[in-house]
């Protein structure tokens, strides 16, 4: 095995880095806030939105990822009347509308148990000082939150990082199928070896990011 | 005129009647103990007051403007600007722990005063108050209940309140700090800041109130000046809770 190889190899796995980064990006980004909302849905005063919501998040956790995208992908073009809309969608925005929704329904539940953990009594001192309920939220519960949460978020983003290659399920290309098109062509299971290392390279730096993160949290 | 006025205020949780009638007035510059046995209603009282709990009927009238009048309560915002003149202290502090001392006195008054540029120099003045100055920039995690609780107050007079409430501010702490909590409300009442405190310290409902209000199952048994209530309580019921109490 020479150096040029492994350079080559490097770089032919290397080429669905872009699609496995994109996929991670979208969903931490458009799933966290969503998450935080569907928390609020299943604690707000309209029953109908609590139950959407609760469903919401037992459908989505109860279920395997993968059926989730295959069912995005090929089953909702099949439905009746809304089916045609989804006929043109993409592989790729099918499988970022699973990761997202998906995730959303995990970091619901974090989120939920992070909210337990907030005292009562700082909804009450917001509110004596003249907090609205947005402000108390977003500035006094929130933050609070997220520090009992921040341990699990964290490990479901390093999860997030090695679930990218579950868009495999669709074909999209990237990483991972990458590596398995390479195993195949050469008849070499080093592109598996280098994909590994693509995804371990990941996480050192997700970990990282995540430890400078959670300092910041530290009170 | 008075500046508060509570007339047949009612609460009851489920079925459980709380208050039951309870009446009273408070002018600018008085400085009134709520005293009673566990259960008697003073610390439901004290919420009814700054919205905390939502009465079940009677009238409460700030500086003359209805707060709640038969039951009902005014349009929000006429609600939030009443609200915003008064100020209230817990007894479990409930100051912000993701915050400094001084961002948990800035932040919320900047909130809620859009544009105030006054914050910081405020802020600094009110910490210096209550001696704590050189802590501003720590968090309350590091503080003694003592502290915190002087956070607390130093806190709820940034938006200047023209009336504090007090539930049961040295019940928390130890025996030790209580001194240091009761000295900043005695400093306080002697400014004439209006107060209205909850408390089971008897030495400070004896020598910092003007009035003294006693509690009994909902309603106000007896009501007078210190000197009144602590030697010659006309209620024996008064006398009775008095006989149980530490003094
Ligand atoms: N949120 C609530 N739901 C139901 N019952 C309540 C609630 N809050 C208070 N109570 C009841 O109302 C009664 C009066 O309570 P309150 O807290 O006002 O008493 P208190 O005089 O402040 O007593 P303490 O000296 O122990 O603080 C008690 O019987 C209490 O159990
Ligand atoms: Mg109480």
Known sequence: ?????????????????????????????????????????????????????????????????????????????????????????????????????????YFAEIFRGGLLAVDPGQYEAAKVLGLTRRQTILRIVAPQMLRVAMPSISNETITLVKDTSLMFTLAVPEVLQFAKSAVSSTGKTFPFVVAGIIYLLMNLVITWLLKVLEKRFDY | MPFLEVRQLKKSFGSLPVLEDVSFTVERGDVIAVIGAS????????????????????????????????????????????????????????????????????????????????????????????????????YPSKLSGGQKQRVAIARALMKSPEIMLFDEPTSALDPLLTGEVLAIMRQLAEERMTMLVVTHEMSFARDAATRVLFMKDGTIAEEGTPEEIFTAPKNPETAAFLGSVPR
């Not at chain 2, 610390?43 to 009048?69: A, F, K, N």
């Open chain 2, 39 to 138: 259960g008697s209603g003073k610390s439901t009282l004290l919420r009814c007051l700054i919205d905390l709990e939502t009465v079940d009927g009677g009238w409460v009238t700030i500086d003359g403007e209805p707060l709640i009048s038969d039951g009902s309560y005014p349009d929000p915002r006429a609600r939030r600007a009443l609200l915003g003149r008064m100020g209230m202290v817990f007894q479990s502090f409930n100051l912000f722990p993701h915050m400094t001392v001084a961002q948990n006195l800035i932040r919320p008054y900047e909130m809620t005063t859009p544009g105030a540029r006054d914050g910081q120099e405020k802020c600094r003045r009110l910490l210096d108050k209550v001696g704590l100055l050189d802590k501003a920039e720590v």
């Open chain 1, 1 to 105: 095995m020479d150096l040029s190889y492994i350079i080559t190899t490097f770089l032919r796995v290397g080429a669905g880095l872009g699609t496995t980064l994109k996929l991670f990006f979208i969903t931490i980004l458009a799933s966290l806030p969503l998450g935080f909302l569907i928390t609020m849905m299943t604690r707000c005063a309209v029953p109908p939105l609590r139950w959407l919501a609760r469903c919401f998040v037992y459908l989505m956790r109860s279920t395997p990822l993968v059926l989730q995208l295959l069912f995005l992908y090929f089953g909702l073009p099949f439905l009746p009347v809304v089916g045609v809309y989804f006929s043109t969608m993409g592989r790729f925005t099918a499988t970022v509308w699973g990761f997202v929704l998906n995730y959303a329904a």
